[in-house]
């Protein structure tokens, strides 16, 4: 629900009938809607770590293992998630909340971290250029992950040719691939 509307625009009442459960059973769980969009973003993203795993293991070429969040993350839309989404609403609601911000910032470095990981493990492998900086390359994914993201929101920005030669172009420049 608040991948689909925002954290402002799901209500708690929508929230609950979506879930199959009423409102105060929501509040048995969660202290606030703001608790229950937090523990969203967390359910959310350990379901996109998950996938990502398993994206990694079935694809033997560690060149591929650089679009497994993407894959993973269009994976998840094609199931109703949108990790994306959440990340969007949340920069939204951080300059009004000082705990979504705390919670978010912590949030995105946990994501640069993993995204990181990743890259480190590919060029390991041999996948990557020696001289690739996982650190900025983590950062500049997360980047094209949100501007897809505001893609998707508002329309117009991107064509799905654009997308694909952004992913292209980074894959590209991070294996040195044609």
């Known amino acids: 629900m608040?991948?689909?509307?925002?954290?402002?625009g799901a209500t708690t009442a929508e929230i609950?009938?979506?879930?199959?459960?009423?409102?105060?059973?929501?509040?048995?769980?969660?202290?606030?809607k703001r608790e229950l969009f937090l523990a969203c973003v967390d359910e959310v993203w350990r379901r996109l770590r998950e996938e990502v795993e398993a994206?990694?293991?079935?694809?033997?070429?560690?060149?591929?293992?650089?679009?497994?969040?993407?894959?993973?993350?269009?994976?998840?839309?094609?199931?109703?998630l949108a990790p994306t989404q959440l990340w969007l609403h949340a920069l939204t609601e951080a300059t009004d909340d000082e705990d979504i911000r705390r919670h978010f910032r912590r949030h995105l470095r946990d994501a640069h971290d993993y995204v990181a990981e990743i890259?480190?493990?590919?060029?390991?492998?041999g996948a990557l250029h020696a001289d690739r900086n996982v650190e900025a390359e983590a950062w500049i994914g997360l980047g094209i992950g949100l501007l897809r993201s505001v893609q998707d929101r508002f329309g117009g920005l991107l064509g799905e040719?654009?997308?694909?030669?952004?992913?292209?172009?980074r894959v590209q420049w991070l294996t040195g691939g044609n």
């Open 161 to 169: 040719d654009d997308v694909e030669a952004i992913a292209s172009s």
């Open 119 to 125: 890259l480190r493990r590919a060029q390991a492998a």
């Open 16 to 32: 609950a009938r979506a879930a199959g459960v009423t409102e105060p059973i929501l509040y048995r769980h969660f202290e606030s």
């Open 2 to 8: 608040f991948s689909a509307r925002t954290y402002r």
């Open 55 to 80: 994206e990694i293991a079935a694809e033997p070429d560690p060149a591929g293992w650089v679009l497994a969040v993407p894959r993973a993350i269009a994976a998840l839309r094609r199931r109703g």
